[in-house]
């Protein structure tokens, strides 16, 4: 069990619940190993069977929970522990009566899947135990204790992303003009497994790795091409490390650069830039996204067709504000604003004869601006032999 992390996220938590108009904020799950909660790890750390729920107020907190899981949670030393056998009503009602809770945030949310783990079937069986009780969103809640990182937190992001850049650069040094995408892939996933590392989004499409000018674009298998003479290598990769990932596309050229292929580079990274320059807290996400947008397309380019920008944390994308434009599939998570704490990617690209020219940076926010979680790339990488 983390027990540090945990008690520093329940922290978080008491203080978000203070901040809110709620009077308390309740994770109700179950068999969390076949339907995973996403705010567990953060206020438990552990997987828990019978219906469990943890109770957070503005100064305390207490998790209700099967009797067998009850030893772990004593260990955790964090919540008051109240264990049970036949039913959960009785203590979960008497624990919010005693906190005085009326109104109380569970975890559902239109736009923010991180903030949507409580099943439909669960939301039924709590509107059954708890009667005359509000029950509101707890979006607002969970993006800040979820997205708002502690220092360990910035430390094992930090430590993914060091990591992942540190393979990539292996990689570069490995790399025979032999070496086809899927050859690139193993050689990550071997030194991945020999490390213990994760991936930050399922393992099959990461790294997604597309060499030269007629690779498909996007989140695709790894095929038997190879980097023609003048053309590109492209890597968009993250390892999880310690609970944490990290996210970062990275280019290598491979021989004489084409002028059309430095203005291409130029061009993406003016749009990052522009966006990065928007990146500050208190800044909305569809407006650092517009940003970069309207640089890229200033200077003759095609707009891209995601978001600039999206939260890394556990997972590469971690939930809450987005930095993307107000398109209906993205909802309300483009016009939240940007916290200190949090940490999001820059990412945008350009499809071209030679390769697509895709570039992603991570950047922690801080109280005065941002800052680089690793060196950004700002040129054009040679592939060697």
Not at 70 to 78: F, Q, Y
Not at 93 to 111: I, K, P
Not at 222 to 233: F, S
Not at 287 to 311: I, P
Request: with cysteine; aromatic share 8%; net charge negative.
């Amino acid at each position: 069990m983390d027990t540090a992390l945990v008690s520093e996220k329940v922290e978080q938590a008491n203080r978000a619940v203070a901040d809110a108009d709620v009077d308390a904020w309740l994770t109700f799950c179950r068999e969390t190993n076949e339907i995973h909660e996403p705010c567990l790890p953060y206020v438990l750390g552990f997987d828990v069977v019978w219906p469990t729920a943890v109770v957070i107020g503005p100064e305390d907190s207490t998790v209700i929970l099967g009797r067998h899981d009850a030893p772990n949670a004593e260990r955790l030393g964090v919540h008051e522990v109240r264990p049970y056998d036949e039913s959960i009503r009785e203590p979960l009602q008497a624990t919010l009566s005693r906190m005085d809770a009326e109104t109380v945030a569970v975890n559902f949310d239109r736009d923010d899947n991180v903030a949507d783990g409580l099943t439909h079937g669960l939301y039924l069986r709590l509107r059954d135990l708890l009667p005359g009780r509000e029950l509101v969103s707890a979006g607002d809640i969970v993006g800040r204790v979820r997205g708002i990182k502690s220092r360990s937190e910035h430390e094992r992001i930090t430590q993914a992303a060091e990591t992942t850049l540190g393979l990539l650069t292996e990689l570069a040094s490995a790399w025979t003009p032999s070496m086809t995408e899927a050859e690139a892939v193993d050689w990550l996933h071997e030194r991945m497994r020999e490390a213990g590392y994760g991936s930050a989004w399922s393992w099959d499409y990461c790294p997604t790795v597309h060499a030269g000018g007629d690779a498909d674009l996007g989140h695709t298998l790894p095929g038997d091409r190879t980097v023609p003479d003048g053309e590109l290598l492209h890597v968009d990769f993250g390892v999880v490390r310690d609970g944490y990932a990290a996210d970062i596309q990275r280019l290598w050229v491979r021989g004489e650069v084409d002028p059309g292929l430095r203005r291409a580079f130029d061009d993406v990274r003016a749009a990052i830039d522009a966006g990065h320059a928007a990146l500050e807290p208190g800044a909305v996400g569809h407006e650092v996204d517009a940003a970069a947008r309207s640089a890229l397309t200033g200077r003759g380019r095609d707009a891209y067709d995601h978001a600039f920008g999206h939260q890394v944390g556990r997972t590469a994308h971690d939930g809450g504000v987005l930095l993307g434009p107000e398109w209906d599939r993205y909802g309300d998570a483009v016009r939240g604003a940007v916290r200190p704490g949090e940490v999001y990617t820059m990412e945008l690209g350009l499809d071209t004869e030679w390769g697509y020219v895709g570039q992603e940076e991570m950047v922690r926010i801080t109280d005065e601006g941002t800052e680089f979680v690793v060196e950004p790339q700002t040129a054009l990488w040679q592939l060697s032999r």
